[in-house]
């Protein structure tokens, strides 16, 4: 990971470098082509000639619109890259999501509402789809959001659909035992709801997951490029991640690192290269 993390800074700083020794060099020639006019306005008449846009090419990445990115055999080794085919996995049919706390354990028991002290109790919105495929004291694991390997056990409460027509949401409410008071009004836990038995399914490792503001997405090997790729997904566990669409049986996808892919491609269409 350490490798990745100084890989990635490595990235940012390229093109700041790029920039310091490319607009000295073009200083220096302005200076001494002063002297001759016409072999400066031949200079402007081939407008980059010697001032070439490297792009992350000289840190081992390159990106191509349409092919995606390569990688010298040095770059892949740094970077700690990993491959691997997509195949069937044995996954439970699984709704993964995220809540908010609004009520502690310490809280005294309520008669009217019927929260129990030592429960914390928290709440998700859902797509109305999944209101028939929950129901009320339906068993769910959950963890703190960044504790994964602490998870413990817990049940839907409730299911409320007076904002479906609003937001076209389900309101669904988590209770959680916590008798050491732990979670506090206002923290996330990361929850997941099993709907049936484990069952094949194309899947893919959650590391090679990419999640944007603009979608869902995977780095597909594409010749001797990895090309960023859309795909939706279902069922999702803690290490895998069903795919519904835009993967098949035997295609190669980088594992890992998935973020600095995503970075390299970015400094190509976002920050592309030095200009004057």
Sequence with gaps: MKKVHQWIIAVLLLPWALGLSGCGSKQKHQKEDSHDQGKKSAEVETPGEGHEDHGDESAGAAYQDGKGISLSEETK????????????????????????????????SRLHGKERSGNAYAMALLPMELKEKLASEKKLSFAPRNKRDSRHEGVVWKIDDTQTALLGKIEVLL??????????????????????EKRKMLAIPLSALLETSTGTYAFVRNGNFLLRTEIKIGAQTDNSVEIAEGLYEGDTIAVKPVQALYLIELRSTKGGGHSH
């Design 175 to 196: 209770e959680l035992p916590d008798p050491k008071s732990s979670l506090a009004v206002g923290d996330f836990v990361e929850a997941q709801i099993p709907l049936g």
């Design 77 to 108: 080794k740094s970077m700690g890259l990993e491959l691997e085919e997509v195949g069937e996995r044995e996954l439970a049919p699984t709704v993964s999501l995220t809540a908010q706390i609004y009520r502690a354990a310490a809280e005294a």
